[in-house]
């Protein structure tokens, strides 16, 4: 087929879906397909191809940092410009398949989904509604609660001028808090506040950038993530921390975390993770033509807790999505084959 990979885009995620979107390319071209690599942000907008089987793909490193705001909004102008009209539209119109690698902010809230949706395109992924009740954490925890995935207490708000809300000092008065942006991924701009006097520095960063907070009681126990594919979970992955929380620069720069895949737990414990994991994915919308992944932390007593449920999780060479692919027997191609068969077309 003639596939379009759509990746880097105008989040704070966009050095990871520029690795992931070159990871993609690579496998889709050892599958047989011929791909064009496109930036819908980036000036100009096609990074490679058309690529046919046999051609380099230039590797992808992910930074210690993620995009600056400023940088941020420019690239979302010209997100919208490329998606709206023009060459890029074109371009996307010819091909067989669109295969999503964005990661965050439009890429997977749902805007990019609907706008395909309207066109007609066919994508890989879940759709517009699925990326929307997973975007918003605090609305996704509520959902999942309703559906019996345990879930733990939380708190969000919008920084202003007003003081924390007194439900969030209480949290951080009871014990250490994690406090993160209520919409993102890759563990972008997530704090661990053991004191109330950290939070003026947090709320400060989210009042400048306009971003909607959620806090949540610091959970001690072992972390957790089970990937979904189409209706299949795959092997649990624990996360092994040397820090508090399994912030942006650990999740990303190779050897600052382990991943153990098969997780070393109790096979009661890993079939409950994925039970619950493929109860979150339908209680959020996602189908049989989707995949997911899913995210625990578990409390003092052992019992996991959700976190959230990624949309569009990454697809790097160091992604959790893939290493547990690799823990089911599949290589980093059959993971890509199987998203491109589940895609309707």
């Known amino acids: 087929m003639r596939v379009v990979v759509l990746c880097g885009g105008e989040s704070a995620e966009r050095d990871v879906s520029l690795a992931s979107g070159r990871s993609v390319t690579r496998a889709l071209l050892d599958l047989g397909h011929e791909v064009t690599l496109v930036d819908p942000a980036a ?47 074109d371009l996307l119109r010819d091909a067989d398949l669109l295969f999503l690698a964005l990661h965050g902010g439009w890429g997977e809230d749902g805007h990019v989904q609907a706008l395909l949706e309207m066109a007609g395109l066919p994508f890989t992924g879940a759709d517009s509604a699925a990326c929307a009740a997973a975007w918003h ?59 109330p006097s950290q939070l003026a520095e947090v709320t400060a960063e989210a009042r400048a950038g306009g971003v909607e907070l959620m806090a949540e009681p610091f ?36 050897g600052a975390v382990s991943e153990v895949c098969p997780a070393r737990a109790p096979a009661e414990l890993t079939a409950r993770l994925q039970e619950l994991a493929l109860r979150a994915h339908r209680a959020l919308g996602f189908g049989e033509d989707a995949h997911s992944r899913t995210d625990f932390r578990c409390a003092a007593d052992g019992e996991p807790m959700c976190i ?29 084959r199987r998203i491109v068969d589940l895609a309707p077309r």
């Open 43 to 89: 000036a100009p907008p096609v990074l490679a191809g058309p690529l046919h089987p046999g051609d380099v793909v230039d590797e992808s490193t992910v930074g210690k940092e993620p995009p600056s705001l400023a940088e941020v909004r420019q690239l979302r102008r010209r997100m919208h410009a490329a998606l709206t009209g023009g060459p890029v539209l």
């Open 137 to 195: 954490k605090g609305r996704a925890q509520a959902a999942m609660g309703a559906a019996g995935v345990p879930v733990i207490e939380r708190v969000v708000w919008r920084p202003g001028a007003a003081e924390v809300p007194p439900d969030v000092r209480r949290l951080v008065a009871d014990g250490p808090v994690v406090v993160k942006p209520v919409v993102g991924g890759s563990s972008v701009s997530v704090h661990h506040v053991t004191a």
């Open 219 to 254: 959970l001690p126990g072992r972390e957790f993530t089970v990937g979904v594919v189409g209706g299949r979970a795959l092997p649990v992955v624990e996360i092994e921390l040397t820090t508090a929380v399994f912030d942006y620069a650990a999740k990303y720069q190779p």
């Open 308 to 336: 959230e449920v990624n949309a569009l999780p990454g697809l790097t060479a160091t992604s959790l999505l893939p290493r547990a692919a690799a823990g089911a027997g599949w290589t980093y191609p059959d993971l890509i």
